[in-house]
């Protein structure tokens, strides 16, 4: 796991344009990969393919798995690829067995700030240009292996352009004050006035993560989303 | 954790250490039945669907301060929202409208109609606390149940309700607003969602379970 340093950052969301305190955690270097969940499923028979209760996973769980405990035939190419095809619910009880948790969107974002050198690349144009491009692509028939994405200035990897990653708080409504609005929050999340609301609009990039989010439900998965695990800090590092 | 952990340069040993005695343990708490234990005093009751709500295992309070899971709320429908107590606009329209259904719904017994409201503000929302709501807003204890439990676990609740909400710093909580009907084995058959919302659906939705022909 990675360290990443407390500190603050303007998130997409809030009229006031308020920094929002990010406490110092500990991230998974890399996303869960394929042979790190066949590992889990094996332990935890409850998470296999025929066996998950459709109440936490949807019938796409594990699809690209050729059985409840074999990879199958594409094992070879895609064993350190990150797990895609996971819901909210199995991604998490994941994170829980190895003592750890979903990172929440707060620390996530705050964290894929960063680009090789700069903790925080918010207005790095070259830095923003790349992660465009990078969402622009369609996703590969084989994902790479999680060694071979970009790492960032803490030494984190793909946290662009590999797969979507859950949160733990995926399901946080991005409103404002008391909530007036009926029922669910797409509207502002998907109109294209809920963007000017957004504290910095040119990460269109950081938007359409939000967006995303909003769409999920818990028992979703998704070919291009996957995770990895957080840990909050027990050493509060002392920064002058 | 990966193969080769990341050097970390500072005294990490101690997160490290927990993690690496994690690592290989299997896991002892899943968040599913599998491994469920009833208690002497729960009901024996037929397996869980596998779209059922019960289906969480976690623990929750209720507004008498007695420990509960969820499938306790098995056996009868329910209808469930959530809310919390030091909300001044949109929860006590909430309310309002689990009023107005209750009314409109008065023909089923306490017996075959439950409502659940669920805080979202656990640290405010006390058992005790949800008590003198329940009493203030004359909510009949044979027919509400309000319940509390950790982030966490009301976190999850919400994920399934399709509830979205997140405190802000000001200590507001922005949420949709939907009511949940819930069949007696603790599937989702209808939501409401908004406020002031015509409950001639709901009304209808519940009466389609035909709970007591």
Not at chain 1, 77 to 85: A, D, F, L, Q, R
Not at chain 1, 109 to 128: I, M, P, Q, V, W
Not at chain 2, 3 to 24: N, V
Not at chain 2, 70 to 80: A, D, I, P
Request: aromatic share 10%; glycine share 4%; with cysteine.
């Amino acid at each position: 796991m990675a360290t990443i340093k407390s500190g603050t950052f303007v998130p997409l969301y809030g009229a006031d344009k308020a920094p929002v305190p990010v406490k110092a955690f500990l991230l998974d270097t890399y996303p869960v990969t394929n042979a790190e969940f066949l590992a889990f499923v094996k332990q935890n028979p409850q998470w296999q393919k025929s066996k998950v209760k459709r109440l936490f996973a949807d019938q796409n769980y594990l699809r690209h798995w050729a059985s409840d405990e074999s990879i199958g035939a594409d094992a070879a190419k895609i064993s350190n690829s990150p797990i895609v095809n996971v819901s909210w619910f199995a991604a998490k009880a994941y994170c829980e067995c190895q003592g750890k948790r979903l990172p929440s969107v707060n620390e996530w974002e705050y964290a894929a700030l960063a680009s090789e050198s700069k903790a925080d690349a918010t207005n790095d144009e070259r830095f923003y240009q790349r992660s465009l491009e990078w969402y622009s692509q369609p996703n590969p028939q084989y994902l790479p292996p999680v060694q071979k994405s970009f790492r960032n200035y803490y030494g984190v990897y793909g946290m662009i352009g590999l797969v979507w990653e859950w949160t733990s708080d995926y399901n946080s409504a991005m409103l404002v004050d008391d909530a007036r609005s009926t029922g669910s929050s797409d509207q502002q999340q998907f109109c294209g006035s809920g963007a000017s609301n957004a504290s910095n609009v040119k990460n269109y990039v950081a938007f359409m993560r939000y967006a995303f989010r909003s769409s999920l439900k818990a028992n979703y998965t998704v070919a291009n989303l996957g995770f990895r695990c957080a840990q909050s800090s027990k050493v509060s590092v002392a920064q002058k | 954790m990966k193969s080769a952990p990341y050097p970390l340069l500072f005294a990490l040993a101690l997160g490290f250490a927990a993690c690496q005695q994690e690592e290989h343990s299997c896991c002892v708490k899943p968040n599913t039945t599998a491994n469920r234990t009833t208690t002497a005093a729960a009901q024996p009751v037929g397996a869980l669907t596998d779209m059922s709500l019960y289906n969480l295992s976690s623990s929750w309070s209720n507004q008498n301060g007695e420990d509960l899971k969820l499938e306790k709320l098995q056996g009868k429908t329910q209808l469930v929202a959530m809310i919390y107590t030091s909300c001044g606009y949109a929860c006590p329209r909430t309310v309002a409208d689990l009023k107005v259904l209750e009314n409109r719904l008065s023909k089923y017994s306490s017996d075959e109609l439950g409502i659940v409201l669920v805080t979202m503000d656990p640290a405010r929302d006390t058992p005790a606390v949800l008590k003198d709501f329940a009493a203030s807003n004359s909510l009949s204890p044979d027919r509400w149940t309000l319940l509390t439990s950790t982030p966490d676990n009301i976190q999850e609740l919400a994920a399934l309700l399709n509830v979205k909400y997140k405190n802000d710093l000001k200590g507001n909580i922005s949420h949709s607003n939907i009511i949940t009907l819930l069949n007696a084995q603790g599937e989702i058959v209808h939501q409401q969602e908004g406020l002031g919302t015509d409950p001639a659906e709901t009304v209808k939705a519940v009466e389609g379970l035909r709970i007591n022909l």
